[in-house]
């Protein structure tokens, strides 16, 4: 979260990106970059390139982040809008969220897991072919720290999937903004509102394919060795790809499922003033009032067939789409990348 605080809606998102994120890390790497250039550039290509590939992302993600914190802070502006709200997830925001411990814990935790494997006698011996020969080396541990930064970063996506969660599942309990959401079918505080915060979460959260070549090549380079830290690289790689899936999974499911029961509620409540309605145009003698009845039975039927058909799906068409071609180029293009490389290398 402190990469928003130091965000002060600036114009061009993609500069500011660049100042935090890959400035700091060039400044701190230049004597390596200097001491170690030629050798450097002399890299097979796999794994120069997975390295760029890599060093993409230090911009993407930082630029993704603060994108992603202007569309959370519209939807909450948006939800807290609707009648019956009762500011509900701003309160989420506040205590679940901005002042909740579990957000460090987990970056934390997250950024030594990724650090850890380059701590580890497997890693160290991969990072020796990279010019940083180990705890006496001061470059080593420059590069240690850089990735420790970038872990921070990459650690935002997941905490993104948390506050979502946890957004989502408190404007799904509150039934007036559920309704609301519902009734407004073609409107901009509809269902699709929460679709999109979804499908952009899942989409933002796909850049992290950008690593996977890297990732690759450090597999490759230390699968023989005896500690199987090659394995947890492979761990790593297979739980970032269930998160998508199980993210995307568990969000519909949520909004589908309390969509649906607010549906159905709306549906009876129609349904029982359509049988009072009928009831007293039953008893009625007065013409007028029975024409008035009529009309009120018409429209009930028509709000009946239209409420029937309500889609409870948080998730358009084109949204499906948006995250499809989203983790599609994502993980496509460094593929097809590295792919191309272990071609050309043969």
Avoid at 122 to 133: E, K, M
Avoid at 197 to 206: G, H, N, P
Avoid at 251 to 277: F, G, H, P, Y
């Amino acid at each position: 979260m402190w990469i928003h605080n130091l965000y002060k809606s600036p114009k061009k998102k993609w500069l500011f990106a660049f100042l935090i994120s890959d400035v700091p890390m060039l400044l701190v790497l230049t004597p390596y970059l200097v001491t170690y250039w030629n050798l450097l550039w002399a890299y097979p290509i796999p794994r120069l390139v997975s390295i760029l590939l890599a060093g993409f992302w230090t911009w993407l993600g930082p630029y993704l982040i603060l994108r992603w914190h202007t569309l959370f802070e519209k939807f909450l502006s948006e939800i807290d809008s609707i009648t019956g709200s009762d500011k509900t997830v701003w309160n989420v925001y506040q205590t679940k969220i901005r002042h909740s411990a579990y957000t460090k814990i987990i970056s934390v935790t997250w950024t030594l897991a990724v650090v850890s494997i380059l701590l580890l006698p497997s890693g160290r011996q991969n990072l020796a072919t990279y010019y940083l020969y180990g705890f006496c080396d001061i470059n080593y541990w420059i590069f240690i720290i850089c990735v420790a930064y970038i872990a921070q970063f990459t650690s935002s996506f997941i905490l993104f999937m948390i506050y979502s969660y946890f957004i989502i599942n408190a404007v799904m309990d509150k039934e007036a903004v559920v309704s609301h959401l519902l009734q407004n079918a073609g409107k901009h505080t509809s269902m699709p509102l929460i679709g999109d915060l979804i499908a952009r979460t899942a989409v933002y959260f796909s850049s992290g394919f950008f690593f996977f070549p890297v990732m690759t090549v450090f597999y490759l380079e230390t699968q023989d060795v005896t500690f199987n830290t090659s394995a947890a690289v492979f761990i790593l790689m297979g739980m970032f790809v269930a998160l998508i899936g199980v993210y995307l999974g568990i969000m519909n499911w949520i909004v589908c499922e309390r969509a649906q029961a607010s549906k159905d509620r709306i549906l009876e409540t129609l349904e029982t003033k359509l049988r009072q309605t009928e009831i007293r145009s039953m008893h009625c003698k007065d013409i007028n009032k029975k024409i008035l009845y009529t009309l009120s039975k018409q429209d009930l039927r028509q709000q009946i067939s239209e409420a029937s058909k309500i889609c409870i799906s948080p998730l358009e068409t084109n949204q499906y789409l948006k995250i499809a071609y989203g983790v599609l180029l994502s993980a496509v293009l460094p593929a097809v990348t590295s792919f191309l490389l272990d071609m050309m290398s043969l």
